[in-house]
């Protein structure tokens, strides 16, 4: 059924013929993953073992009963960068090289007006070293209770009301109980054994090892203290330096913790007489994410960790602080994070099918709400723990292992971060502050001088992708295929804007927000050119290509339409920026006008890729870039002929039409190119966003049937050693969200903002509700729904203290339910 399991052994609970259940302790509403049997081996990490994380640290869990292997993560761990390469200057041209750059690019541009096709077949250009290294493991913990011969009863489970990973199971004559979390208010994870009946535990060892972990170089460990083990290590030789602090803590009367120094540079902690024992790991490094600037030459370095981490193990471990104290705070901050909204698909929860299991039986179209509540469940589960620390999610979450991932498990920047945080506004999750601290402080700085050096553009930054301020193309020769995308600023900026525009935070707003709107409009302003092959008076982008799509032409729809969105987004922020600079917003206005808006229909009924219409009906690449204005971008879906208008005069009906087309043939994500989820995923936002339900769920099933694994983690390939991606497990629930919500955005503020109810909703969810979706402009919603005749049963809009006043319309079914203008405090049931 699954490509992926092609002559592997089918599912992990195939050995388990007994009924089965649940555990006891399983969240009663359902809202957790389990298993029978442990996690398979290292070759199976993204397949199997469960994901724990604060944001700082991650960890993954393999679930084995006698010896837990926990591998962990440090959300700053990378190789290369300026800390592996003296030479590395973030892939820019040489200052010295800006007017010969600049003479270049206008060859490039006018070889690009001129061409008989519209296109050329090379433009890139790169700069300095790569170097940008990856993202590197952090070794592994092995917790070893000296127990032999066979074990039963055996459960594993992630409780998603928790946020904590629990096992259970017997050998021997004594019940075992385990149990990881980390914690974000200390920073820490914690790892606890103990009995059922508080009886002694056999000897237990703790130790660390990097052998699974290929390519980090060995590490140092030894004992800090009689109960806490010290590793210090590089993630590359030379490199990043690493620190954890792993402290133990038994109870029992005679309970004994001994470190002790074993073989060359190695400690291992004995527990011996303790009835309940717990391990308490700090983790850091030398990154610091302030020094990416010039006035500490782009170096990222920060100070040695160690005295930061004795000053986070101390309080997390002081006697004060009791085990059942810190759990209990952790559960509670992640609750005050997660339940602010709530979801039901009228699931019924399954308490006898272990999730692997349910995952496998699971089929396209046919479906299974409680699976797909759960991956919903999960995917706000995993962003709760990985990016709430000083970096954003990278392309893994913060969960990797090894010195080298796939794309480096980088900060790429041309759909996947952006799609990291799709859902997180509309289901009021707080957690993208490290994301714009990331722009500010590590794309600004060195972008300037790409803007500079590569663009010969004064103001403003811009980035291509990835760490360490690596903000020049990556390569050479023709990589416009992979490389070139100098718009995911612009795409970025949507998500700043969004940020204001569904908190109304306006103090944020002036300090973060508008400077970084700002700089990029800047950027942008000054790169956009008069099109010099259809002479029509407009201004574009030249050279452009699509995200990782040749061909390399003028005027590509998806830069165009992110543009006009962000320009739309600096003329409604300047009111509330404090800035008093109109001439910018006036060339912003003026620019916005006269601008190519990106939407033109083909010859066979397209929306165009580009402004040259060359588009192949047979292409199934990937990426919609074309479409980023359909979902998540309001330039399609919204299209407006009174500020849009091109020659042809469109109306908003033939977009759509062409837009639909254009859609139908990309096909279902499982083209020649890639078999991805977070394709997937995205066809099923852009078919909701078209009220197609039917389409919407097909390509939301399938993606969750084809690139899933058993621990719902999503896959972009199959197979042992399967290459782990996090894009799905967010775009998962941003577009089952746009299923039963829709908010898009206007162009400007005096527009009427509409909100639309259930407009794709699946026949297999005949009954639901939502509760506190977060809305723009400081209002919130809860409604539900039921079978028909019923169908929406109610709809409550609340404002903030704090809301905005404006006109917004609710539409069900294509029908205005209620057209009101918000209010401050206002509360009102319109169904
Ligand atoms: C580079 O920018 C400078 C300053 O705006 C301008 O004078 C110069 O003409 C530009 N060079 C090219 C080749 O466009
Ligand atoms: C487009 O024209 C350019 C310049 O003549 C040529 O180099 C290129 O191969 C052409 N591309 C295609 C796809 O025909
Ligand atoms: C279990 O208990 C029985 C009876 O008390 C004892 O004989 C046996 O050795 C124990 N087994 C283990 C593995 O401790
Ligand atoms: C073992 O640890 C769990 C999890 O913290 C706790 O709920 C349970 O009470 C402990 N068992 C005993 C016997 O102390
Ligand atoms: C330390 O020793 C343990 C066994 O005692 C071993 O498993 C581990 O790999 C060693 N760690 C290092 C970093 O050498
Ligand atoms: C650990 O060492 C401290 C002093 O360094 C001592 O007071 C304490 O008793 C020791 N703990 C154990 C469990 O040996
Ligand atoms: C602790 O050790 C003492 C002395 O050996 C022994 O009498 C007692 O039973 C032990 N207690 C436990 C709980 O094992
Ligand atoms: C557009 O104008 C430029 C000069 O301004 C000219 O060279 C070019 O031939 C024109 N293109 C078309 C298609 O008319
Ligand atoms: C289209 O834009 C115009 C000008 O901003 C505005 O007055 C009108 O309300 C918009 N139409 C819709 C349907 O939003
Ligand atoms: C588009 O609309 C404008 C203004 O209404 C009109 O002058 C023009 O002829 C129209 N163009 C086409 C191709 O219909
Ligand atoms: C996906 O598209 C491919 C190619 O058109 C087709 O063979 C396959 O049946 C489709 N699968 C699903 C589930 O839509
Ligand atoms: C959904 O899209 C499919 C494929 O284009 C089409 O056959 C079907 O009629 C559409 N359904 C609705 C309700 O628009």
Same mark, same amino acid.
């Given at each position: 059924m699954h490509l992926r399991r092609a002559g592997v052994a089918v599912g992990l609970g195939s050995a388990i013929s007994a009924a089965v259940a649940a555990p006891p302790a399983f969240p009663a509403s359902g809202n957790g993953i389990w298993y029978t049997q442990p996690g398979r081996d290292f070759d199976f990490w993204a397949d199997d073992w469960l994901p724990v994380g604060n944001g700082y640290l991650a960890a993954m869990v393999n679930g084995q009963a006698a010896q837990e292997v926990t591998q962990l993560n440090i959300e700053s761990l990378w190789s290369g960068g300026p800390f592996q390469d003296p030479t590395y200057n973030g892939g820019n041209k040489a200052a010295s090289d800006q007017a010969t750059v600049a003479q270049e690019m206008q060859v490039i541009r006018q070889a690009i007006f001129q061409s008989p096709n519209g296109t050329i077949d090379s433009a890139s250009t790169s700069g300095g070293p790569l170097s940008i290294g990856s993202y590197v493991g952090a070794g592994y913990l092995l917790a070893t209770l000296d127990l032999s011969g066979g074990f039963s009863d055996f459960v594993r489970w992630l409780d998603l009301d928790a946020a904590v990973q629990r096992t259970s199971w017997t050998q021997g004559n004594a019940s075992f109980f385990r149990e990881t979390f980390c914690s974000h208010p200390t920073q820490a994870c914690v790892q606890r054994i103990n009995t059922t009946d508080a009886s002694t535990l056999p000897a237990l060892t703790y130790a660390y090892s990097v052998d699974a972990e290929s390519g980090i170089p060995i590490p140092t460990v030894s004992c800090f203290d009689n109960s806490t083990l010290q590793i210090t290590g590089t993630a590359s030789s030379p490199g990043m330096a690493f620190e954890i602090l792993a402290r133990v803590s038994a109870s029992g009367t005679n309970a004994s913790i001994v470190c002790a120094p074993t073989g060359t540079n190695n400690a291992t902690i004995s527990v011996s007489g303790a009835s309940d024992a717990f391990i308490t790991w700090v983790g850091g490094t030398d990154y610091d994410a302030d020094a990416g600037d010039a006035v500490h030459s782009f170096s990222f370095k920060g100070a040695d960790p160690h005295d930061a981490l004795v000053a986070l193990i101390e309080p997390a471990t002081a006697s004060a602080t009791t085990y059942d104290g810190a759990l209990a705070a952790h559960i509670a901050d992640y609750a005050?994070?997660?339940?602010?909204?709530?979801?039901?698909?009228?699931?019924?929860?399954?308490?006898?099918?272990?999730?692997?299991?349910?995952?496998?039986?699971?089929?396209?179209?046919?479906?299974?709400?409680?699976?797909?509540?759960?991956?919903? $469940?999960?995917?706000?589960?995993? %962003?709760? /723990?990985?990016?709430?620390? =000083?970096?954003?999610?990278?392309?893994?979450?913060?969960?990797?292992?090894?010195?080298?991932?796939?794309?480096?498990?980088?900060?790429?920047?041309?759909?996947?971060?952006?799609? $990291?945080?799709?859902?997180?506004? %509309?289901? /009021?999750?707080?957690?993208? =502050?490290p994301l714009f601290d990331y722009f500010e402080k590590t794309w600004a700085p060195r972008g300037a001088l790409t803007a500079q050096y590569l663009y010969n553009i004064s103001e403003g930054w811009v980035t291509h992708n990835e760490i360490f301020g690596h903000t020049g193309m990556k390569g050479g020769g023709n990589t416009a295929s992979w490389a070139d995308y100098p718009e995911s600023n612009a795409w970025m900026m949507l998500h700043v804007w969004d940020h204001f525009d569904f908190t109304q935070d306006s103090d944020w707003f002036k300090a973060q927000g508008w400077p970084l709107l700002k700089s990029v409009a800047q950027f942008h302003l000054q790169k956009l050119v008069p099109d010099e092959r259809f002479n029509d008076s407009t201004l574009v982008v030249n050279p452009c290509n699509s995200p990782e799509q040749v061909p390399i032409t003028l005027g590509c729809a998806h830069a165009q339409q992110l543009i006009w969105q962000l320009f739309n987004a600096i003329d409604k922020g300047f009111a509330i920026s404090g800035d008093t600079d109109t001439a910018f917003l006036d060339e912003v206005r003026a620019k916005r006008e006269q601008m190519d808006k990106g939407i033109h229909i083909g010859s066979w009924g397209q929306l165009q890729e580009w402004k040259v219409d060359m588009d192949s009906p047979t292409d199934t690449h990937r990426h919609l870039s074309h479409l980023v204005g359909l979902y998540p971008g309001y330039a399609v879906s919204g299209y407006n002929a009174t500020v849009q208008a091109t020659a042809e005069n469109y109306t908003h009906d033939e977009v759509i039409a062409a837009a639909t087309t254009s859609l139908i043939h990309r096909g279902n994500g499982t083209g020649p190119d890639a078999d991805s989820g977070w394709e997937k995923v995205w066809r099923a936002a852009c078919w909701a966003q078209l009220q197609n339900a039917t389409e919407f769920y097909h390509e939301l099933t399938y993606a969750l049937e084809r690139n899933f694994a058993p621990n719902l983690f999503s896959l972009y390939s199959q197979g042992e050693g399967a290459i782990f991606q996090i894009d799905a497990n967010f775009g998962f629930p941003a577009a089952l969200l746009n299923g039963l919500i829709q908010v898009p955005d206007v162009a400007t503020t005096g527009d009427i903002y509409t909100v639309f109810i259930l407009p794709a909703l699946p026949s297999n969810w005949p009954s639901g509700s939502i509760k506190n979706a977060r809305l723009r402009g400081g209002i919130s919603i809860e409604f539900s729904w039921a079978p028909a005749p019923q169908g929406l049963t109610s709809l409550k809009v609340s404002a903030e203290s704090f809301a905005a006043r404006r006109r917004v319309r609710f539409v069900h079914k294509g029908q205005t339910i209620k057209e009101i203008t918000t209010s401050p405090g206002m509360s009102v049931n319109l169904v």
């Open positions: 005050g994070l997660i339940t602010k909204f709530e979801l039901d698909l009228g699931q019924t929860p399954d308490f006898a099918t272990p999730t692997d299991q349910l995952h496998d039986a699971y089929q396209t179209d046919v479906g299974n709400p409680y699976l797909e509540w759960l991956l919903f $469940n999960f995917g706000r589960y995993l %962003l709760a /723990g990985s990016a709430r620390g =000083t970096l954003p999610a990278n392309l893994q979450g913060k969960w990797a292992k090894d010195d080298s991932n796939p794309w480096s498990a980088d900060y790429h920047s041309n759909i996947n971060i952006q799609m $990291n945080y799709w859902f997180a506004e %509309l289901t /009021g999750m707080d957690v993208v =502050t």
